[in-house]
């Protein structure tokens, strides 16, 4: 069964830090453009940030530009998303997702929940003080 598994969430005070791991069940993660998501409460769903199989391909939304790095550890079959200074307005469950794109120009374009066909279940971020 090809699964998707996010954790690391939680609670965190407004300007910490806190990194979500996604990791590969059943599959190579190194086969797909990994992208993460967002949806706070009342809200749709948004891109966050993608990055591609090898990792020379990576984008941001700007809402997270210079607070949020994504990685993959492909031999760990895993992708991170460090994401330091946080708002309350990152409130959000963080969702991973796989993207079959080969070239990477997908998520060159842009985090687009369109592009991607399996889907972690989701891990809660709070920001609250």
């Known amino acids: 069964q090809l699964q998707l598994v996010e954790s690391g969430g939680g609670l965190v005070q407004p300007g910490g830090s806190q990194r979500l791991s996604c990791a590969a069940s059943?599959?190579?993660?190194?086969?797909?453009?990994i992208g993460w998501f967002r949806q706070a409460p009342g809200k749709e769903r948004e891109g966050v940030s993608c990055?591609?199989?090898?990792?020379?391909?990576?984008n941001y939304a700007e809402s997270v530009k210079g607070r949020f790095t994504i990685s993959r550890d492909n031999a760990k079959n895993t992708v991170y998303l460090q994401m330091n200074s946080l708002k309350s307005e990152d409130t959000a469950v963080y969702y991973c997702?796989?993207?079959?794109?080969?070239?990477?120009?997908?998520?060159?374009?842009?985090?687009?929940?369109?592009?991607?066909?399996?889907w972690g279940q989701g891990t809660q971020v709070t920001v609250s003080s």
């Open positions: 997702a796989a993207d079959a794109d080969l070239s990477g120009k997908r998520c060159r374009a842009g985090v687009s929940q369109d592009d991607y066909d399996l």
């Open positions: 059943g599959f190579t993660l190194n086969l797909y453009v």
């Open positions: 990055i591609s199989r090898s990792g020379g391909t990576i």
